[in-house]
Each structure stands twice: as C-alpha cells, then as structure tokens.
C-alpha cells in the first residue's frame, strides 16, 4: 500500500519493497498522519472494486495464494491464473492452470450450463428439486459434506459500532417489552416446518440445532443443549409456541393480530432456499402479531448491523475449529457482532476461552455463555448447511471440505 501511496503501480526490487515496509514502520511510529492518511484511504476504497481488467492497478492484486486475480467482470465472473511464484502452501500437483468463478444467481440455469460443459464445478445452497436435477446430468457426479455452517436468525439488540443508532422494536433500550418481544419471535419463528419442507428433502435431517456454538453429531453436542436454556424454544408443539408467543405480545400490544408489529428484515437475495424460508417465516410470525416485511438484497452482506433492519437469518461459516468456536459473535467487542449484543458476563467468560481447557470445562462454558444469549433471546441456530456440489467426471480430486472454504480448500490437487 505504500507504493499505491507513493503512485507505483508494480512491485519493485526486494531491497525497494523493503524499503517500502519499512517507511511504514517509520510512519505508524511516529504517527505521520500524512502517509497514514493516504493508506486508510486505499484499505477502505480502492479494493472494493467490482471489475478488475488492463486498467487496474496490478499491486491490488497482489497475493501469495496458489491463484491470483486476472480479471474480474462486475456481477459475472473472476478470473484466477497460477501464482508461479506460489511457495506459501502444498505444492501444486494437479494440472489446473486457469479457474473461472460464475456467478449464477439461478440454480435451474446453474445446472443447465453444467449439463452444457459450461460448468465444471456446480456448488450452491441445495435445494431438493435441484438435487434431484443435478443427479440427473450425465457425466456429473453429486458430491458433497455437511458444512460447519448454521443458518440462524438474530434479532437486533442495540447499536452496532459506526451505525446510526438503533431505535427499532427489539431495542435493549425498552427493556423488559422488547425482551418478551424477542422471546416471542423466536418462539414463533417455524424452525420445524423450515427444516421438514426445505433440509429433510435433501438430506432427511428434521430437527433444528439448539447450539450455535457446537455442531450435531460433535462430542459434547448433548451435554451443552441439555443445560444452554434452548429447550424453551423446541418444548411442545408449534401451535403451542404461538400460543406463547401470543400472549407474550398481547400483554404490551393488545390488538396485534389485528394491527400486527412490522419487523424489517433483510433477505439474502439471489437465493431461491432463502426466499422459502422467509415465507414460511412471515406466514406463521403473522399468528402471533409480526408483520415480517423483507427487504431482499444481493449485496445482504455489507448491510449486516444496519440499523434500518430488526432481523437477519444467515449462515456463520467456520474456517477453523477453535476453542472461541462463535466468541467474535458474542463478544462485546467482536468482530462479528452484527447485532449490538453486550453481556459483560458473557466477555468474562469468552476471554477465559483461548487457555487450554478441558473437554468438560470447555462445555460447561459454553453452556454458560448459550444459557444467557439464550435468556436474551437474541439468536436461535436452524439447520447446518448440507453442502452439495455437482462435478464434472474427468475432474478429479474435488473434495469439498466441511470448513471454509469447502469447496477449493485443496485446489493445487485439482486436475483433469
């Protein structure tokens, strides 16, 4: 960034690239606003670019991954070639020179261009019907693994850092009603019928997680959902949650069903699985006295913490397996919180999270920290993503993984 600072627009020599780094040093040091200056402003600008061709300035671009960024066509396609100065990982063994990211928005028009030879790797949130047809492509084979990615819905609670401040019907600023009217969303919200008509289809799992922070099937899954207060949220049947959820609502909004609570929420768009799992959504919320109004956005992720929204529903994705597990979710001062969440019993426990622990007094944490976000009535876990991919034949050694990134994770064996 110091060369883009200085005008350059290509790596020097190793003594000038040095020489560069260290003019950095000097600056944060010293505190020289001047040249500090200039590089925030290139951190927070010029990489968000949506096209990248002859007129972008290569040192954007540089990397030390096994493929680097040739072109890019706004909202169509990335273009990678091989580093051939690559040495930062295994070393390449495949015969895969050039990789082309598409963005196709439509899973039917996805499986069509794989079914052309347009395609040679399909991955995207499944669907049953689409499953179904990418089994049917000759010359494909269906692959996959669950991924250690959950989808889960948030309700707002206070302020986000750098956002204007939150006001809306979740606000911890009233207290006890928005409170019981986080409670009562999340009682109504249809996990069951989420799971039966959009996950059971596709891999017959029908119960919802009741952790966001261990996964289904992990050694201490059991003991940490039978004391993190997720229960209230899975007790009886779902007629009876609306009833409760009801009359959490009724007791500060008497005529609610007839003069429902409008929540603002954002849908991830370009997502056939999302759009159905808002539906199912705002239809049974509506029982219980919320007007779910979506607003549906490709560009979702930059608005998260946005206080013009009350909810999000999303997946976190791990990209590593750790102690922390969801702390920067939690944090106070996380990096992932979206939702304004602050618990000062909550930081206490998460900054005791990163000395080894035993397997027993990690999950009696953890289950501390889920029993108060769960008292907050802040998140609630659905489904883990069942991950599907659909592969060209003569492609060999795709292997897609559970963390991210799943489906590249071992690209230098890729080969046909």
Do not use: C
């Not at 039917?108 to 049953?128: I, S």
């Not at 102690?323 to 000062?344: H, P």
Request: proline share 5%.
């Amino acid at each position: 960034m110091v060369l883009m600072a200085e005008g350059k627009k290509a790596l020097g020599t190793v003594a000038e690239n040095t020489a560069a780094r260290a003019r950095f040093v000097a600056a944060f040091n010293a505190k020289d606003s001047t040249l500090l200056k200039k590089l925030g402003k290139i951190w927070s600008e010029d990489y968000t670019i949506t096209t990248v061709d002859k007129s972008t300035n290569p040192l954007l671009l540089v990397g030390n991954g096994g493929f680097i960024i040739d072109n890019a066509v706004a909202k169509t396609s990335v273009t990678l070639k091989a580093n051939p100065k690559y040495n930062s990982g295994p070393a390449m063994s495949g015969s895969i020179d050039t990789v082309v990211f598409k963005f196709i928005g439509d899973g039917t028009a996805a499986a069509q261009a794989l079914a052309n030879g347009e395609l040679d790797v399909y991955a995207g949130q499944a669907t049953a019907d689409g499953v179904a047809a990418l089994k049917k492509i000759a010359g494909v084979n269906v692959v996959g693994v669950n991924q250690v990615a959950y989808e889960h819905w948030d309700l707002h609670y206070d302020t986000v850092p750098g956002e204007d401040p939150y006001t809306g019907l979740f606000s911890v600023k009233d207290g006890a009603k928005s409170k019981a009217l986080r409670q009562a969303f999340l009682l109504g919200l249809p996990r069951e019928e989420i799971m039966t008509k959009l996950i059971a289809p596709i891999n017959g799992v029908t119960t919802p997680i009741q952790s966001t922070w261990v996964s289904p099937g992990s050694a201490m899954y059991a003991k940490v959902t039978a004391g993190n207060g997720s229960s209230a949220l899975s007790r009886g049947s779902q007629e009876s949650r609306n009833a409760a959820a009801l009359a959490l609502v009724k007791k500060y909004y008497p005529k609610a069903l007839s003069n429902p609570l409008k929540v603002r929420v954002l849908v991830p768009g370009n997502n056939p699985r999302r759009a159905s799992e808002f539906a199912l959504a705002k239809a049974n919320l509506a029982k219980v006295g919320f007007d779910l109004q979506g607003e549906v956005r490709t560009d979702w992720p930059s608005l998260l913490g946005n206080s013009n929204y009350d909810v999000y529903f999303f997946a976190w994705v791990a990209s590593s397996v750790t102690q922390r597990q969801s702390a920067e979710v939690f944090d106070t001062n996380g990096g992932n919180n979206i939702l304004g969440y602050s618990n000062s019993k909550v930081d206490a426990i998460i900054a005791t999270l990163d000395s080894p622990l035993s397997d027993a007094t990690l999950a009696a944490k953890y289950i501390q920290i889920e029993y108060m976000t769960n008292n907050d009535a802040i998140t609630t876990g659905v489904f883990v993503h069942p991950g599907v991919a659909a592969v060209n034949k003569d492609l060999k050694n795709v292997k897609p993984g559970p963390l991210s990134p799943q489906m590249v994770w071992n690209f230098w064996e890729w080969t046909y």
